[in-house]
Every structure is written in C-alpha cells, then in structure tokens.
C-alpha cells in the first residue's frame, strides 16, 4: 500500500487516486478553514472549479486536492 | 504579440476540451488529414462524461476502465485515432493546461495563454499560442443552488460524487441523498449503490410526469430510455428510494453532514407545510441541471443567449459558428443536451471549420448530423421542461444561509443591500456585495445570484454575463500574469 503523509500522519492510497480521494476513502472529509467564519471544508465540485478543497502539496500551496495525484511520500499540509 | 509565442503551422486549429464534443472535432480534422492542437484540463481525455481512470487504478482497484459508462466504445474508437493522430505528429495533445486567458490580437489571430491545471515547482509554463480557427468545446459543471447547511463537509456537486467514483473509486459517502432535478441524478445514484452506498434516496424537485408536458421530445432519444431502464433495474436491485417532489432543505451535522431536512414541495417549489422529516445521512450529492463554461466566449465578445434550462449559452449557428469569425463552438457550451448531441456539434464545428478554410466537405453527410443534431436539441428541450430549477427555491434559504460559499456572503447580506433602483442588480450583488467575488468567481454561486438580484423585466443575458466574466479564467501565480507581455487587461480578480 502506498502512503502519503497528511500533517503527520499516514494516508493510504491507490495509484493514480487523487489526494481528495485519498483523504475522503480514508475519512478525512474537511482540511481547510475558512477566512471568516473559520468553518471546515472539504471536497464540493470535485472537478476543479469551486477551490473549496485547496491543499499544500511539497510546499506548493493552494493545490487543488479533487485534481491532484497523491504520490508516494508526499507532504501534504492543510491550509 | 508577445516574443515568446509559439508557432504552430499556419493551417492547424486549436480545440479547446477532450470530452465528447472535442474529441469528436478533433477525429474529424485528423481524419481530413488536417492538423490540430487539442489543449484539455484533465489529464486524460474524456471530459466529465468519460472521465476514467488510469491503468494503474485499473489495475489496483480491480475494476473495469469503463465501469459505470455509456458509449464506451465511441470513445476508445476516438482515443485510438487521436493516439495514432499524435504519434504521427498531426495531433498536438496538450493534457494538463487550462486556459488562462484568451483575446484576439490586430490581426485577428486568437492568443491563448496557458497554465498547468496542477502546478509543479521548477516546470516551465507554457507557451501561449496563436491560431486563426477554434474550436472551444469546454463543456458544463454542476449548477447549484445554496440551502441552509450547504457549506458543510458531506454535500457536494452531483458530477464531484460521480468523478470521484469514476476516476478514484471512491464513494463519497455510504448513506447518501442524491438531490435536486433532473435525469442526472440517477446515474449518481446507481453509481454509488454499486461502491457500496445503502439506503439511497434519490430526491427530485419535480415530478416525472413533467415529460408528459414534450412527449414526442423525450422519445426523440431511444438510448436515454434504455438507459432509464437499466437505471430501475438497478435501482430496485439495490432498493434505491425515488422520491418526487421532494428536496433537501437543509443538511445539518457538527463539522459535517450528519443528516438532512427533507420536504415535499409545490409544483412552484415552495415547501408544503408540515411536510418536512429529518433523516441521517453522511453525503449530499446535489445537481441542479448545469452550467456551460462560457469564460472563453465571453472574454472574446461572443454573442450569447439564454437557453430554456436558464443557462447562458453562446448564440451559433447549427455548424457551430459564433459571432466572432473563426470561433466555433460545440457541445455544451452551445446548450446543455448531453455528450450524444456533443458528439454530432464536435463533428459539425469541425466540418464548418474545413469548410470555411476551402476544404470540400460531403453535403449529406452534414444533413444527416444537422437532422441528428435537431433531434437532439428537441430531446433537451424536452428535458429542460420536465427538470426546471423550482421557481421558488430562494425560499428554503435563511438571513444565516450562505449564498456564496468563497467569500461566505449570507443570504441576509444580500438582502440588505441598498434598495435603490439598481442595488438589487446582480452585478450590484456581486461588486458590492462580494457574492461571486472569491476563488471560485462565481461559478458555483453565480447563477443563484443571478436570480436572487433578478428583477422583474431585467434582461436575463446581461444578468448572467455580469456574473460570468471572468477575465483570469483558471488560477495561474501572479509571476505568469505578470511574465505576460500582452496587451491583456487584467481587471478582474482570481489570480493566486
């Protein structure tokens, strides 16, 4: 099984999932605050449209989590 | 024009999208020998409606690449072309890059500027591109509308739910309420009865006998019928409830959807008193018809209408042509009527594109698209009748609903704004009122607002507009805005 490491911690995953669909299987729905009324969010158009579920990856913050790929040992923080 | 363009052969056309109605485009020009450059967000192609995933997770998930897809074989046929297209170098296929902005330089060329859809440190951006011809098939995303809880983790856009199955195998939740209008909901549904999703509710704001009000329309695709079939076979199967007439009104939970508010409605949408029940449920897939993806028309001065789902659409003839020379349009983007109908406009704008650059094209063959092409259009009509967005849907919101998710404007904000003659305007929503203003710049809350700033003789085509330009149209660092040697205004906001 493949892993990548959300904040500390292991999160399996699938070749060719992507890091949403990782965090989602693996029951992490909401890995963003936000601005004004500091509320979790997650996932919502899953296609790339609603950056609702921004994420940093590598240091490479706002990544789209519903659009990119998880890899073996990335470092995935939440914003 | 900038330095760093880069040159592709003076006789290549640029199609912008692979799903159904691109791809279509794309196999026709490559058949007729003539060059293309096919740029699509995804990293396969497919679009939404062949959106599949890659060996790898073919392999690991032990399932089928064409798990849960109609007119499979269509799209390998294409793949395999435009593989073969590629290999000989007259398909330039660009998977991974959006455009970020489009405008028409004096000489009329269309420049397209390029961005990764996922970024990676160190990689060089693309350079953009100059074509005379295009082909913009950039397809629809889920159309919503706002309701009390909608902000919380567990509801998301019906086509989300369903790319999540079809591209990860995941389900997105396993007690799942499948919600809003329209025959879309059932392929959601039955797609996460099959991962293992129970006690599904499929709800719809209206009611199946709203195909008897176009009959002869709904019959005009046999294929959607089987397919509806399939869908009760399925549904029975795995004791899938269909309720009519019935909506989520609210979805409640600590950090996450834990259960829903259902409510029978009116024909007009308004919630019948004392109807409503609480049931739990972990997901809310919620669609409402979609929206075409018009940031690229739009910037380039298209000429639009609004269609009978209620959607912009970009105005063009019945080979795709638009208002601007050289740009054609096709599938969604010139009426949502499903990838069938995007197959026929794909083939259509791409026969119009070898016609006006001088290429003979068979007479016939374009009769008998232009006779599919109308029946399709009337099966979509057909569809927009019986699936109306309720007419009273503001209706389920509270002061506290959020109505735009980026910038969390409430419906109460909205409703507060200055009543002056103008105020309530949806452009007046939007620019002050910050509704549409955030990441996602309207695209999600955009059409909500449009109807909640609606006023009674407002002209619907420009309330949309004012909603839908979107002069950055995917996020791009502001170093690429920057590094951009144009004559480009940058006016708007979204860039990262």
Redesign the interface.
């Known amino acids: 099984m493949t892993e990548f490491i959300l904040d500390g911690k292991p999160i399996p995953f ?5 890091i ?3 965090l ?2 693996a029951g992490v ?2 890995w963003r605050t ?4 500091e ?14 579920c ?1 994420i940093t990856v ?3 913050p ?3 989590a ?4 998880a890899e073996e040992g990335a470092d995935v923080h939440r914003s | 024009m900038s330095t760093d363009l880069e040159s592709i052969s003076s006789s290549s056309i640029v199609i912008v999208g692979a799903g159904p109605a691109g791809l279509a485009a794309a196999s026709t020009l490559t058949a007729a020998g003539r060059p293309c450059v096919l740029i699509d ?1 995804s ?1 396969r192609p497919g679009g ?1 409606f062949w959106r599949h ?6 392999l ?2 032990k399932t089928k690449e064409n798990q849960g897809h109609h007119h499979w074989s269509a799209f390998t046929q294409m793949r395999s072309q435009l593989e073969d297209a590629a290999r000989s170098g007259l398909l330039d296929y660009r998977p991974g890059q959006q455009v970020w902005a489009i405008e028409q330089d004096a000489d009329k060329h269309f420049l397209l500027y390029l961005t990764e ?5 160190g990689a060089p951006r693309p350079a953009p591109v100059a074509v005379s011809t295009l082909i913009l098939a950039t397809g629809a ?2 159309r919503q509308l706002p309701f009390p809880g909608w ?1 919380l ?5 019906a ?6 199955l079809k ?4 389900p ?1 939740g396993l007690r799942p309420v499948v919600a809003g209008t329209g025959p879309f909901l059932m392929p959601v549904a039955a797609g996460l009865a099959r991962a293992g999703a129970e006690h599904i509710q499929v709800c719809d704001a209206n009611s199946l006998t709203g195909w008897a009000r176009d009959p002869w329309g709904a019959v005009q695709a046999p294929s959607k019928g089987l397919e509806g079939v399939e869908y009760a076979g399925s549904f029975l199967r795995h004791r899938v409830r269909m309720r009519m007439r019935t909506a989520v009104v609210a979805a409640m939970g600590d ?2 959807v834990e259960a829903v508010r259902l409510a029978r409605l009116t024909r007009d949408g308004s919630v019948i008193q004392g109807s409503e029940w609480e049931i739990p449920a972990d997901l809310v897939a919620t669609g409402w018809g979609f929206t075409p993806s018009l940031e690229l028309p739009l910037a380039l001065g298209t000429a639009t209408r609004v269609d009978t789902d209620g959607s912009l659409i970009v105005d063009a003839d019945p080979d795709g042509r638009t208002s601007v020379p050289g740009l054609l349009a096709a599938g969604e983007i010139v009426g949502v009527a499903g990838a069938v109908q995007a197959l026929t406009q794909g083939e259509l704008a791409a026969l119009a594109a070898l016609s006006d650059s001088g290429a003979s094209v068979s007479a016939s063959r374009r009769r008998k698209l232009h006779s599919r092409s109308r029946r399709g259009a009337r099966f979509a009509r057909a569809m927009n009748k019986a699936a109306p967005v309720p007419q009273n849907w503001s209706s389920w919101l509270t002061d506290e609903t959020i109505v735009c ?4 404007v409430t419906h109460g904000v909205l409703k507060q704004m200055p009543t002056d003659l103008d105020a309530q305007e949806p452009r007046t929503l939007r620019v002050a009122g910050r509704a549409g203003m ?3 710049q309207g ?2 809350c955009g059409f909500a607002v449009s109807c909640l700033g609606h006023r009674e003789g407002g002209d619907r085509v420009a309330e949309l507009t004012s909603l839908g330009r979107r002069p950055v149209a995917a ?1 791009v660092p502001l170093a690429e805005i920057a590094q951009t040697p144009s004559q480009l205004q940058i006016s708007g906001t979204g860039a ?1």
């Open positions: 699938l070749p060719g999932q992507t949403g669909a990782a989602m299987s729905t909401s936000t601005r004004v009324e509320m979790p969010r997650g996932m919502f158009c899953g296609i790339g449209i609603c950056f609702d921004l590598n240091g490479v706002d990544q789209r519903c659009l990119t790929l | 967000m990293v939404q995933p890659g060996t790898d997770l073919v690991a998930s859809s996922v970024r990676s440190q995303y889920d902000t983790p567990g509801v998301m856009a086509g989300g739910v369903q790319a999540l591209s990860s195998r995941v997105a950090g996450r998710r980026c910038e969390e955030g990441m996602c695209r999600v996020p990262q």
